[in-house]
T-cell receptor
Framework: DAKTTQPPSMDCAEGRAANLPCNHS???????VYWYRQIHSQGPQYIIH???NNETNEMASLIITEDRKSSTLILPHATLRDTAVYYC?????????????FGGGTRLMVKP | DSGVTQTPKHLITATGQRVTLRCSPR?????VYWYQQSLDQGLQFLIQ???????AKGNILERFSAQQFPDLHSELNLSSLELGDSALYFC??????????FGSGTRLTVV
């Protein structure tokens, strides 16, 4: 799986958009970008994933650059409950479902 | 409720003892994964089972073992416990590697 680089921490004002960057310059053509988050001591929660097109769901948007070497997770209107550690994971999709490897992630603090 | 059930939620035991953590995966998911998260540490992959068979091993100690039963639930056995084994233990399940669903974890405290 390709290595990812994320800032260790970020702050965001409540109600504003939170933009969390992730670099994955060694990503290969068949690797997907996944985002998970972990709210304090809870199990990680799936947010979104994508291959090369931008994706949006009820939780967030995922913007992947054209060269796929970086991506941004966007929480459009951050709330205090979005305070969590956000993990960007790059891996091949496979039917066997091999494990996810978590790095350090970005600790997002949403402030009032 | 994520659909992945872990029991017990909390466990306090003494050094040298053995405990069993249980995980019921989401309905239809064939893969079960176990992770360990020590205080302020990252999530460390321990072991994966797929439809009853061991699929992958991570940084799992020899004192630890796991299995997946025909009904697909899984158990993680931790023996000869040490203070350093105190951690959150998470189970996750997936179907075809699309999205992975995590349980709420078991907090193990070794005293």
């Amino acid at each position: 799986d390709a290595k990812t680089t994320q800032p260790p921490s970020m702050d965001c004002a409540e109600g504003r958009a939170a933009n969390l960057p992730c670099n994955h310059s060694t990503i290969s053509g068949n690797e997907y970008v996944y985002w998970y988050r972990q709210i304090h001591s809870q199990g990680p929660q799936y947010i979104i994933h994508g291959l090369k097109n931008n994706e949006t769901n009820e939780m967030a948007s995922l913007i992947i650059t054209e060269d796929r070497k970086s991506s941004t997770l966007i929480l459009p209107h951050a709330t205090l409950r979005d305070t969590a550690v956000y993990y960007c994971i790059v891996r091949v999709f496979d039917n066997a479902g091999n494990m996810l490897t978590f790095g350090g992630g970005t600790r997002l603090m949403v402030k009032p | 409720d994520s659909g992945v059930t872990q029991t017990p939620k909390h466990l306090i035991t003494a050094t040298g003892q053995r405990v069993t953590l249980r995980c019921s995966p989401r309905s239809g998911d064939l893969s079960v994964y176990w992770y360990q998260q020590s205080l302020d540490q990252g999530l460390q992959f321990l072991i994966q089972y797929y439809n009853g068979e061991e699929r992958a091993k991570g940084n799992i100690l020899e004192r630890f073992s796991a299995q997946q039963f025909p009904d697909l639930h899984s158990e993680l056995n931790l023996s000869s416990l040490e203070l350093g084994d105190s951690a959150l233990y998470f189970c996750a399940s997936s179907v075809q590697g699309l999205s992975y669903t995590f349980g709420s974890g078991t907090r193990l405290t070794v005293v």
